[in-house]
Each structure stands twice: as C-alpha cells, then as structure tokens.
C-alpha cells in the first residue's frame, strides 16, 4: 500500500531556515500536504502542493515537489520559536496517509 | 471551512469496556474519516464512513473491533470495542474540504486512555 515516509527530527537555531523531507510511493497522489501539530492540540493544514506543480510559495513557507523521486519538502524561512512543533506530511490518493510526524526543535 | 465536534474530547476508560465517539460536522458531506494517532506516533486512517452504506476498513481494522455508524450526512460515531490499554490513543474525526485542494479538516480528537 501508500507508503510516506519522513526523518523524525530536526533541530535549527532560531532565524535559520528549517527543511522537513517527506518521500512517498503511490504516484498516483493527486496531492501533498503539510500539517502542523502543536503538543496537544489538533492538525492544522499549512499548505498543500497539487502533483502537477513543482513548487509553491506562501509566505515564509515554500514547499518543493519533485514528483520524479516522489520527495517533497518544507522549507520554513527565518524559523521561529513558535515554529516549534510535529510536521506531517500527507498524500491524496483518494484517502489521505500520513507520514510520521518531524519534530522540529527551534534553539533560541 | 467545515467545524467538527467531537465528544468525549477525552475519557478514562476500564478494560474491557466500550467507548463510542460522536462526531458531528457543520455542513453535509458524503466522507467522513476516522483516524488514529497513538501515543508518539502518527496518524492511521481506520475507516471511511459513507452515508447509507458499510464503512470501508483499512488493513488491520476490523468492523468487530470499531464499529462505526453514519446515520446521516452531519453526524458519524465510532465504537471502541471490548478495549485494551493500546486502544489509549487518540481518536481523530476528519472531512475533505471540498475545496480543490482537496485538503483534510480534523476535529479536536478524543483522547482515550485505557487502564
């Protein structure tokens, strides 16, 4: 079946850019995701990639589709304390499959 | 963007014993999701809730364990059935948009523990 999958943490000093990876197998995932989980609280979506497209920017978040190698990123600009937080990255393929989760641990 | 309330938002559970959630949507949609995310970990999709017809179950959920109900296109429960402590996780709610993105909305999620 789907498969996602993602490095499990990250650890970037405040101000530097944070890149989450995210490879997936169905080629088939119409599209691509990243949500946002803060420590007790629910998934929020931050941005999502639709297959056709090789990029999309939104502000301080870019995110980066090579569909190729089934790889998709995050890059967060200028990382931020409150950035800190579980990312989840998730692929369409009519259902949605879930990633791990990548901490991201932000160093003031 | 679609609002979904889930209940309980959390309980304490004894062993053996069943728990149902409710799940309730602002807006009428045909799918609705259900999710798992246990401890550390992340989500499992356990089955896919459509009006008027049986739930679809992903491998290594059984209908015995959680069954679900979807009276109609508002409204879905979800039974934890006959549990264990690694039933303690929590319990997710989800609907698509029905934006192009296509993008998932997830409720607040019950969170079960089970001694």
């Known amino acids: ?108 | 963007s679609a609002v979904i309330s889930q209940k309980p938002s959390r309980d304490i559970c004894q062993r053996g014993t069943s728990l149902t959630i409710q799940c309730q949507v602002d807006s009428q949609v045909t799918m609705m999701f259900w999710y798992r995310q246990q401890p550390g970990q992340s989500l499992t999709l356990i089955a896919t809730a459509n009006q008027g017809s049986e739930a679809t179950y992903e491998s290594g959920f059984v209908i015995d364990k959680f069954p679900i109900s979807r009276p109609n296109l508002t409204f879905s429960t979800l039974t934890v059935s006959n549990m264990s402590p690694e039933d303690s996780s929590i319990y997710l709610c989800s609907v698509f948009s029905g934006r192009m993105g296509g993008e998932l909305f997830f409720g607040e999620g019950s969170r079960l523990t089970v001694l």
């Open chain 1, 1 to 108: 079946g789907e498969d996602v999958e993602q490095s499990l943490f990250l650890s970037v000093r405040e101000g530097d850019s944070s890149v989450i990876n995210c490879t997936y197998t169905d080629s088939s995932s119409t599209y691509l995701y990243w949500y946002k989980q803060e420590p007790g609280a629910g998934l929020q979506l931050l941005t999502y990639i639709f297959s056709n497209m090789d990029m999309k920017q939104d502000q301080r978040l870019t995110v980066l589709l090579n569909k190729k190698d089934k790889h998709l990123s995050l890059r967060i600009a200028d990382t931020q304390t409150g950035d800190s937080a579980i990312y989840f990255c998730a692929s369409n393929t009519g259902k949605l499959i879930f990633g791990q989760g990548t901490t991201l641990q932000v160093k003031p």
